[in-house]
């Protein structure tokens, strides 16, 4: 199959599929005697693999150790739980962070009037540059109230 049909079969953009194979993710695939590209139902298993390593999160480089530990039949099934495990390590600090700046904005947005006032604490708290402790921010919105 082309790489178009290769793309809509896995779910990678044509686009995604050139650079993974630029940067050694997949091998180089056939080509036809006018150059085209020509992908296997195993290239489009390895690329659906890469696509759901992706909706999980992983990076490229955990995915060439996944694909690696993949192909490897007499791999050690602790070696990918352990890469997994070390995935919802960082995904579960990404949320932390990520709720810290909700609650942070949903502070500054509770603090302020929005009405026709120019005052505005969200816009005087960016204005700060830094990245407040949150009992600083805390304090603050106290005291623009």
């Not at 990918?80 to 960082?90: P, T």
Request: net charge positive.
């Amino acid at each position: 199959m082309n790489i178009g049909e290769a793309a809509k079969a896995s779910g990678v953009s044509a686009k995604m599929i050139r650079y993974y194979e630029s940067i050694g993710l997949i091998p180089a695939a056939g080509r036809t005697g006018s150059g085209y590209r020509v992908y296997t139902t195993t290239e489009v298993q390895l690329l659906r693999f890469i696509r759901r390593s992706r909706n999980l999160g992983f990076p490229v480089d955990r995915i060439e150790e996944l694909l690696a530990l993949w192909r490897d039949r007499g791999r050690h099934s602790a070696d990918v739980k352990r890469l997994a495990m070390e995935q919802i390590d960082g995904l579960e600090r990404k949320v932390q962070e990520m709720q810290g700046m909700i609650d942070t904005l949903r502070q500054l947005a509770d603090a302020c009037c929005g009405d026709d006032r120019p005052d505005c604490p969200i816009l005087a708290d960016l204005g700060q540059g830094d990245v407040p402790a949150r009992t600083e921010i805390r304090q603050r919105l106290s005291s623009a109230r």
